[in-house]
């Protein structure tokens, strides 16, 4: 389809990512961000940001009338699992991002590990708890460290692994406070962590580049989980085949058993990964694009993105592949360093001036993606959220995308912010070890 017309649902740094790799295709004639802010507003290509609940269907399917779309995409998980993309596919406009029934693989770990059993999926051992006694029995059958995972979206917060029992009970009974609540415990998975997003339109499916995020708060990997601080891609430490393997024996299956359910899942399955001694081992699916790994993801994809994920949403993946070919990529690096708010993600603290945050355009090495910024009354850049923006740098390899990342976090001030020094380090220096 030429002239495409797209919308883009979301606020975050992901979405100002997608926004600018769409608006970025020669088939695209313009994009829109609801809600957007600041950042994709000025974003070259992006034709304006307008307001809209995105967990509101009909909204979101009025909006998408209104401006012509052609294509919907759906960046966060609530609007999926509240069935908005159902909404727009229902109004006639195609939609990138599944279902609610097919969203169900993110919104609930207990279904998730339903579907992997079904389809034969290696992941780690698990049982659902409803009640205290329950959680305590699995700590003890798994011991430490210990795995608890809120059932239901939790906005990054549903997740704790810790060494100490009475963190993870605590964690638990917090959980379980909500009426119909449940939990998941599971064994622990250890090594290495790998994000793999694969796009499919409910049969066919295809790999993008893996990337690891960071996702403790602190240098080392110390301090609480976050929804991300940083990423990076290619793994250069990643066992080759890694990205066939995980697509024979996790995402296919995977789609397979949800089409065979009825609820075919089209959109992008985020397999979280383990790369345990006794091999892959997935720790979770989420139902969309993950933030930061995005970012990176998108900066190496050559591509053009739009095409792509219009076939996913038209049930054309497989004959779109066809004419366009394997996916193409830059042989070079990216990484992605997130900046926070003072007291994130604890007890975040929004309003700070956000200065040295103009978004780059025409800078090849280095670019800045908006997430909780806001304009203030007199048209300042205040922090509106806990990530308030990403820095992401390009390079030949993970050495110089760090550089230019941190160089160009350097420019940018925002008092009591914090972000990781440590980003990518490990693997830039080779001290990343997949068994
Ligand atoms: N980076 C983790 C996530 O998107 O859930």
């Known amino acids: 389809m030429a002239e495409m017309t797209v ?66 995409v759906i960046g966060p998980e609530a609007p999926l699992v509240a069935g908005v993309a159902d909404a727009v596919r229902a109004s006639g406009v195609a939609c990138f991002g599944p279902s609610a029934h097919a969203a169900e693989l993110e919104g609930s770990k207990a279904f998730a590990k339903q579907v992997m059993a079904a389809a034969g999926v290696p992941t780690a051992m698990a049982r659902v708890c409803t009640t205290t006694e329950e959680v305590a029995d699995a700590l003890d059958q798994f011991g430490a460290p210990h795995v608890v995972k809120d059932d239901g979206l939790a906005a990054g917060k549903g997740v704790v692994v810790t060494g100490s029992r009475e963190e993870a009970l605590a964690h638990a009974a917090a959980c379980l406070e909500r009426p119909g609540a449940q939990v998941v415990v599971e064994d622990f998975l250890d090594g290495p962590e790998v994000s793999l997003f694969v796009l499919s339109d409910g049969t066919s499916v295809v790999p993008l580049a893996p990337a690891q995020d960071s996702k403790r708060a602190l240098d080392g990997d110390e301090g609480p989980n976050t929804g991300g601080m940083g ?134 090495a280095a670019w800045v993606l908006h997430a909780g910024t806001e304009l203030d009354a007199e048209g300042r850049l205040v922090s509106s959220g806990g990530r308030v923006l990403s820095v992401v740098g390009s390079g030949s390899d993970l050495g110089s995308a760090r550089a230019a990342a941190y160089g160009r976090l350097a420019s940018v001030a925002l008092e009591g912010g914090h972000s990781r020094t440590d980003i990518a380090r490990a693997a830039a220096e080779g001290a990343v070890v997949a068994s």
């Open 7 to 72: 919308l883009v649902i979301g606020s975050g740094a992901r979405e100002h990512a997608l926004a600018r790799s769409l608006a970025a295709d020669p088939a695209v004639a313009g994009v829109w961000v609801a809600p957007g802010g600041p950042g994709p507003a000025a974003e070259p290509g992006v034709l304006g940001c307008l307001p809209v609940d995105p967990c509101d269907g009909d909204a979101v399917a009025a909006l998408a009338a209104e401006l012509g779309a052609d294509l919907v």
């Open 231 to 364: 990423a990076y891609s290619p793994l250069p430490w990643a066992p080759a085949g890694l990205v066939d393997e995980v697509v024979a024996t996790v995402a296919q299956p995977v789609i397979d058993e949800m089409r065979r359910r009825g609820t075919p899942f089209a959109g992008v399955l985020y397999c979280g990964l383990a790369l345990t001694s006794r091999g892959v081992r997935v720790v979770e699916f989420n139902a969309r694009f993950g933030d930061p790994e995005t970012q990176v993801v998108l900066a190496r994809l050559r591509t053009p993105l739009a095409g792509l994920l219009h076939a996913c949403a038209t049930g054309r993946l497989q004959s779109h592949l066809d004419d366009v070919g394997p996916l193409r990529w830059s042989s070079g690096a990216a990484v992605v360093v997130v900046l926070a708010a003072p007291g994130y993600p604890a007890a975040t603290r929004t309003g700070g001036l956000v200065e040295g945050a103009g978004a780059g355009a025409g800078d090849e």
